[in-house]
């Protein structure tokens, strides 16, 4: 067997197990499983079928299989590494966090912008060679390559500020869930260390979950105890804003149609399965938030919200049609 068959062999397996899983999932939403934590789950196996995706070489079109993770991918090796230190076996079982243990002088240095790269950086985001140990780096790229913003998406860094001005920024977090009310959950490496020398602190402090959920407005952030300056795309990711079933994959009819969003650019692109995966294909569009994706009699429809808050409709039935418009506001 070819390794691209193979490959192809071992993804619909996955993909049948995920499924299966996924009406399990169903079945039991009636759980009495803690609203915020099942939702959690619930997001993590979503976004398992673009991720899966992209770890067997199923990249957009023009770039590589490291270039094309997901969001929900950064969210989730981020928090894989809660309760680790600066000179900690990471969850890869590397050592450290690049120079976290040993960029100051051969003892661990503040490592919070260390963190946030390396998980970039193990996620296939591009340019990450720009970053630095400085968290104001992370500004500086969101700058250069127009993906900064004050609104928040999985994976984005979130840059902090002593006293609200760029100049002082010296904290960056990952956002690692995106609430419906607006709230955010962010992973921070160096958090709560003990006062001292950088040495002391940065030896003594961890990787944290910042939750309770807390406002994801720039401003005075009382949770974070420090002035949220905005956030920053990662570039080449896909957005986790792929669902399955109702969302953004479905199977019918022996094919599997999943499709995933470009983080940077809001483009739609469709991946399907009879045999064989097809490849990437750009359907175009400028799409915010989930897209829902249903599958019947041969007819596939999928609804996506576009940056001006209109509700957009995109239909397959033997070739895609354009975007049509069918109104509304949810801005």
């Keep these: 067997m070819s390794d691209t068959a193979h490959s192809d062999s071992r993804l619909k397996s996955l ?32 976004t398992f079928i673009v991720a899966i995706s ?43 966090y690049l120079s976290s243990c040993t ?27 720009t970053l630095t140990p400085a968290a104001a780096s992370f500004y500086t790229y969101g700058k250069t390559f127009g993906t900064f913003s004050t609104v928040p998406k999985i994976g984005d860094a979130v840059v902090f500020s002593n006293d609200g001005t760029v ?77 399955v079933g109702s969302g953004g994959a479905v199977f019918e009819n022996g094919e599997y149609h999943v499709f995933g969003v470009k983080a940077s650019s809001g483009v739609l692109y469709q991946n399907t399965w009879n045999g064989a995966w097809s490849g990437w294909q750009n359907l175009g569009g400028t799409v915010t938030g989930t897209p829902a994706v249903t599958y019947h009699d041969n007819r596939l429809d999928v609804f996506a919200e576009s940056p001006n808050g ?14 049509n418009s069918i109104g509304g506001d949810f801005s």
């Design 167 to 243: 100049s002082q920024i010296h904290h960056v977090a990952l956002v690692t869930q995106v609430d419906s009310d607006g709230t955010i959950e962010t992973a921070s490496g160096d958090w709560n260390g003990q006062n001292g020398t950088e040495a002391q602190f940065a030896s003594t402090s961890h990787v944290v979950l910042n939750a309770p959920a807390y406002s994801s407005s720039p401003g005075w952030s009382p949770s974070m105890g420090m002035y949220l300056i905005g956030y920053v795309a990662p570039k080449g990711a896909i957005s986790q804003s792929v669902a």
């Design 310 to 323: 209109a509700m957009y409709q995109k239909t397959w039935n033997g070739t895609w049609s354009d975007w």
């Design 54 to 96: 992209t770890a067997f070489g199923l990249a957009l079109p023009g770039a590589s299989a490291a270039q094309a993770a997901t969001t929900g991918d950064i969210a989730n090796l981020a928090l894989a590494n809660i309760g680790k230190m600066a000179c900690s076996t990471n969850s890869l079982g590397g050592s450290y």
């Design 15 to 46: 993909l049948d197990s995920r499924f299966t899983l996924l009406s399990q999932w169903r079945r039991s939403k009636a759980s009495t499983t803690r609203p915020a934590r099942a939702a959690r789950r619930r997001r993590r196996l979503l």
């Design 103 to 129: 960029g100051n002088g051969g003892q661990p240095e503040f490592w919070c912008a260390d963190f946030a790269k390396w998980v970039w950086l193990n996620e296939g985001v591009e340019d990450t060679s």
